[in-house]
């Protein structure tokens, strides 16, 4: 396979003024169905219309321990998942975040200019820092930070994320304003994208949290690679809600979330839902959208497997991707470089 990664479309983007977005998932875990619906299933549609680039966030993940080859193999895993999604190395540029070490540098210079009291509201650290009470590290406490130098190294334009990860995007924002009110225009001050909240997906064994990758009980979510017989299986036992009908109502966590995940997947309105399964159980309601997310998985899988066979077409697709990245990258780092003061890098 011919992996096609230029550089022309990004100066072309800066030419037509086409705007610039920037994400990424961490390799924290395998990607569930939640952060496909929410988050990589969004960015596909996007590759029409914006200059993209889509990073795995490695460096983000060591913030909370993992294990180096479990790490490792899922750096690879999301990668490969980024494509099987519909990700197109050929029109977004895709790279592996460790690869690029102007995110660290830019890190370091940006920590300079945020401030510890905004970092101490930041929701994320006071969660994680709760969940993991033994490991408080500092990398917790400035991850986002890291964060605002991935999206400002690259000019981004727009950030989509889910809701969660909003206060991470106004952090970015304050340091970029903060930094060019010193300096001048450096940085583009970048916005966030949230999907429609209808793409909150909610956790199988309790409707109330959100479907997470590093929830303990492995019935509370689908993962992308899940096998058909795994995915019937998990939305049969599904958390529902008393009563026995197929209608969202204030009180039906569980069926909202089902209904809302049958819309995701089949592209049917809540509504036509509704009348679609009117005298039909919450049985046969739980076997359809079981079968509907098979479908919508099956391809995703099945790619998946594909290129994780392939090792080398996904190693050419990163190493052009850190090259390309590493030249916009650069060029940003060199500016900021000297507009603090620091000698210019000597070139080789
Ligand atoms: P972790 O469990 O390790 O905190 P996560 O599964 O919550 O991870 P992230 O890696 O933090 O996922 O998020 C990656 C992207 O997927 C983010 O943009 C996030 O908003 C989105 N996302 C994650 N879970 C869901 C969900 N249940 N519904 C909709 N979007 C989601
Ligand atoms: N914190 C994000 C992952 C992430 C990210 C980014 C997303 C790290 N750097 C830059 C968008 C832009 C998360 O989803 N947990």
Not at 14 to 22: D, N, R, S, W
Request: net charge neutral.
């Amino acid at each position: 396979m011919e992996v096609q990664q230029t550089a022309a479309p990004i100066r072309g983007a800066e030419e037509a003024k086409q705007k610039i977005v920037f994400s990424g998932v961490q390799p924290s875990g395998k990607l569930t169905l939640g952060n496909y619906l929410g988050a990589i299933g969004n960015w596909v549609g996007m590759q029409q219309d914006y200059r993209c680039i889509f990073s795995v966030m490695n460096l983000h993940s060591i913030t909370v321990r993992q294990d180096p080859a479990a790490l490792r193999r899922q750096t690879l895993e999301v990668l490969a998942q980024y494509i099987a999604c519909g990700i197109d190395p050929a029109k977004s540029l895709l790279f592996i975040q460790g690869h690029v070490s102007a995110h660290a540098e830019l890190a370091w210079i940006l920590n300079c200019y945020t401030m510890f009291g905004e970092l101490s509201r930041m929701t994320q650290f006071k969660d994680k820092s709760k969940q993991h009470a033994d490991n408080v590290n500092a990398g917790l406490f400035t991850y986002p930070v890291l964060m605002a130098a991935d999206i400002l190294l690259y000019h981004t334009d727009l950030v989509p994320v889910g809701q969660d990860q909003k206060q991470h995007v106004e952090i970015a924002r304050d340091i970029a304003e903060r930094f060019n009110g010193v300096y001048g225009d450096v940085f583009t001050i970048p916005e966030p994208m949230i999907v429609r909240s209808g793409a909150k997906i909610m956790s199988l064994a309790d409707p109330t949290k959100k479907m997470s990758k590093s929830d303990p009980n492995q019935n509370a979510y689908v993962l992308l690679t899940d096998k058909p017989e795994d995915i019937l299986r998990k939305f049969k036992r599904a958390v529902t809600d008393s009563g026995s009908e197929i209608r969202r109502g204030e009180d039906k966590p569980g069926v909202n979330n089902l209904i809302n995940i049958y819309c995701a997947a089949t592209g049917s309105t809540p509504e036509q839902v509704e009348q679609q399964f009117v005298g039909k159980g919450y049985g046969d309601f739980k076997m359809a959208v079981g079968e509907a997310v098979v479908e919508v998985l099956r391809p995703v899988r099945e790619k998946t497997e594909d290129l994780l066979k392939n090792k080398d077409y996904l190693e050419q697709v990163y190493t052009e991707g850190a090259f390309q990245a590493a030249r916009l990258a650069d060029r940003t780092l060199e500016k900021v470089y000297k507009k603090v003061g620091f000698l210019a890098k000597p070139k080789r």
